[in-house]
């Protein structure tokens, strides 16, 4: 049975920072590339960040860049994501995913995990 859990989530100030985890079970996690995902209510899941299987590569979103960085240790089949200078617009849940494919795109993931919910105040 497979299951991407995500932590980490919560309420923060706009300027500051968390840290977001995802740890996976049941899949062989080195081979999957693994992605962060977002949505608002009402609005499509869209790509945040990605990152291959060995960890060498990572792509980003637009709104992502500069602020956001993936990153993954496969010896603890963990893939996190490090947010800084947070702003009231990334106020989205946020969704691991893995999948084969690299670089990731919303049709890629064969696998989601349930969501945390990322809330930035002004």
């Known amino acids: 049975q497979v299951q991407l859990v995500e932590s980490g989530g919560g309420l923060v100030q706009a300027g500051g920072s968390l840290r977001l985890s995802c740890s996976a079970s049941?899949?062989?996690?080195?081979?999957?590339?693994m992605g962060w995902y977002r949505q608002a209510p009402g609005k499509q899941r869209e790509l945040v960040a990605s990152?291959?299987?060995?960890?060498?590569?990572?792509n980003d979103a637009d709104s992502a860049k500069g602020r956001f960085t993936i990153s993954r240790d496969n010896a603890k089949n963990t893939v996190y994501l490090q947010m800084n200078s947070l702003r009231p617009e990334d106020t989205d849940v946020y969704y691991c995913?893995?999948?084969?494919?690299?670089?990731?795109?919303?049709?890629?993931?064969?696998?989601w995990g349930q969501g945390t919910q990322v809330t930035v105040s002004s």
């Open positions: 995913a893995a999948g084969p494919l690299y670089p990731m795109s919303l049709s890629t993931p064969r696998y």
């Open positions: 990152i291959s299987g060995g960890g060498e590569s990572t």
């Open positions: 049941g899949i062989i996690f080195w081979q999957n590339a």
